[in-house]
């Protein structure tokens, strides 16, 4: 059975710093490529970063550039590294894995499996 568990969410005040962490089991995902999604009540699913399988090809969205890092710790660990966190940040945060041997893509339909998501909220 396939699983990605996310963790490491929590409440935050602004300015602050988290480090999400996703694990996935049931299968190598070393080859495919592995992305953050977040929604805000209301709001739809929105990328946040992605990787590709080696970790040669990164993306982030505008809104967290320079904020926001995305590693790959091993081939079924990615961690999201968020410092300088804002009120608007506040989301559920997912990984998911993409397709293999690509770069990552920022629609969510490109992605397989997906986490049961981790809060994040950043009070002001």
């Known amino acids: 059975q396939v699983q990605l568990v996310e963790s490491g969410g929590g409440l935050v005040q602004a300015g602050g710093s988290l480090r999400l962490s996703c694990a996935a089991s049931?299968?190598?995902?070393?080859?495919?490529?592995m992305g953050w999604f977040r929604q805000a009540p209301g709001k739809e699913r929105e990328f946040v970063s992605g990787?590709?399988?080696?970790?040669?090809?990164i993306h982030y969205a505008d809104s967290v550039k320079g904020r926001f890092t995305i590693s790959r710790d091993n081939a079924n660990t990615v961690s999201l590294q968020m410092n300088t966190l804002k009120p608007e940040d506040t989301a559920v945060y997912y990984c998911?894995?993409?397709?293999?041997?690509?770069?990552?893509?920022?629609?969510?339909?490109?992605?397989?499996?997906w986490g049961q998501g981790t809060q994040v909220t950043v009070s002001s």
């Open positions: 990787i590709n399988w080696s970790g040669a090809v």
């Open positions: 998911a894995s993409g397709q293999p041997y690509s770069d990552p893509a920022t629609n969510p339909k490109a992605y397989d499996y």
């Open positions: 049931g299968r190598t995902f070393g080859s495919n490529a």
